[in-house]
């Protein structure tokens, strides 16, 4: 897997292709070709999705209007305008279709679809004052994420990347401590 699925949303996950911090970003959606992997890889998409330069360009613009709209949550300001047309506009598109079958749940849509599924999460979570929506407390990650930890006192995003790192340094600083006596 290249893509983290640590956000709680896929409208969250979709935002996280952006690596680092925003001022000094590291894209991790090039091209088409990226966002057809992410796709495959988020697990509630349909499988098999064509992904053309308009169709790229128009996810990355849905990126940056939930990223947005999520930073006005967070600070509890407005919601950008702009933001709400470029979202409300993807999620009015068809949604992709479910489909039970012996294999389990399985998914068939195209990009569109796609991008009204994502857009639609994103809905859902911005429209619920009682998420608990926070950024990433390691220095560096700029990853949104829900949080439904008890008590709701998770400061990383995720264990793997973020959260072992944190537990890492606390530890060496909490040795450095204990070694200067």
């Known amino acids: ?16 292709t952006v690596g680092s911090r925003r001022d ?3 894209d991790l959606l090039a091209g088409p070709a990226d966002l057809r992997q992410w796709v495959l890889e988020c697990g509630e998409l349909p499988d098999d999705v064509r992904v053309d330069e308009p169709s790229f360009t128009s996810a990355l613009r849905l990126r940056e209007a ?22 409300n506009e993807a999620a009015a598109a068809p949604p992709p279709v479910a489909e039970l ?20 999460s994103g809905i859902a979570l911005l429209a619920d004052r009682d998420a608990c929506l926070k950024e990433c407390g390691r220095t560096g990650c ?6 439904r930890s008890r008590g709701a006192r998770r400061t990383w995003c995720g264990m793997d990347a973020c959260g072992n790192r944190v537990k890492a340094a606390a530890y060496r600083a909490r040795k450095r ?3 200067e006596l």
Do not use: C, K, N, Q
């Open 1 to 16: 897997m290249r893509f983290a699925f640590v956000s709680g949303s896929p409208a969250l996950d979709l935002i996280g």
């Open 24 to 26: 000094t970003p590291v």
């Open 66 to 87: 939930l990223y947005e709209l999520a930073l006005d949550r967070l600070r509890a300001r407005a919601f950008s305008r702009a933001s709400l047309d470029v979202v």
């Open 101 to 120: 079958t012996d294999a389990g749940l399985t998914w068939s849509g195209d990009i569109r679809a796609v991008l009204a599924h994502v857009a639609r």
């Open 142 to 147: 700029t990853r949104l994420y829900v949080d």
């Open 177 to 179: 401590g204990s070694s």
